[in-house]
């Protein structure tokens, strides 16, 4: 009974057309970010290093350097904070977790490019 419940509230809160991007592609986050009364819209651009959790609680990872630094943040896919993800390049890749990335300095960090056809 109470799982029922659970999965219609869950439904609930799913977007109706999730975006479509896949581990090693380099994607835009496009947050909706509140400051006081206004309401602006801050980019975030990495790699996706991973995906996790299915339904609502479903999330990825993605990772960045800024000032030479790796920036790693988390994302709940169906969040109403996300206003769109779009895919700029799409990477060449045979993991389903890239965490390897972490260790990596320079240019071992770029992943080959994938072609689409």
């Given at each position: 009974?109470?799982?029922?419940?659970?999965?219609?509230?869950?439904?609930?809160?799913?977007?109706?057309?999730?975006?479509?991007?896949?581990v090693g592609?380099?994607?835009?986050?496009?947050?909706?970010?509140?400051?006081?009364?206004?309401?602006?819209?801050?980019?975030?651009?990495?790699?996706?290093?991973?995906l996790s959790?299915?339904?609502?609680?479903?999330?990825?990872?993605?990772?960045?350097?800024?000032?030479?630094?790796?920036?790693?943040?988390?994302?709940?896919?169906?969040?109403?904070?996300?206003?769109?993800?779009?895919?700029?390049?799409?990477?060449?890749?045979?993991?389903?977790?890239?965490?390897?990335?972490?260790?990596?300095?320079?240019?071992?960090?770029?992943?080959?490019?994938?072609?689409?056809?």
């Open positions: 009974m109470s799982q029922a419940i659970m999965d219609l509230v869950e439904k609930t809160a799913l977007k109706e057309n999730p975006p479509k991007f896949d592609d380099t994607v835009d986050v496009h947050l909706r970010i509140l400051e006081g009364s206004k309401e602006r819209i801050q980019v975030f651009t990495g790699v996706v290093i991973g959790g299915t339904g609502s609680k479903e999330m990825f990872s993605v990772r960045r350097i800024v000032a030479g630094e790796g920036v790693e943040r988390k994302f709940p896919l169906h969040s109403p904070r996300i206003d769109k993800v779009e895919v700029k390049r799409s990477g060449v890749v045979r993991r389903a977790k890239l965490y390897f990335l972490r260790g990596r300095v320079g240019k071992a960090v770029r992943l080959k490019e994938r072609r689409r056809v």
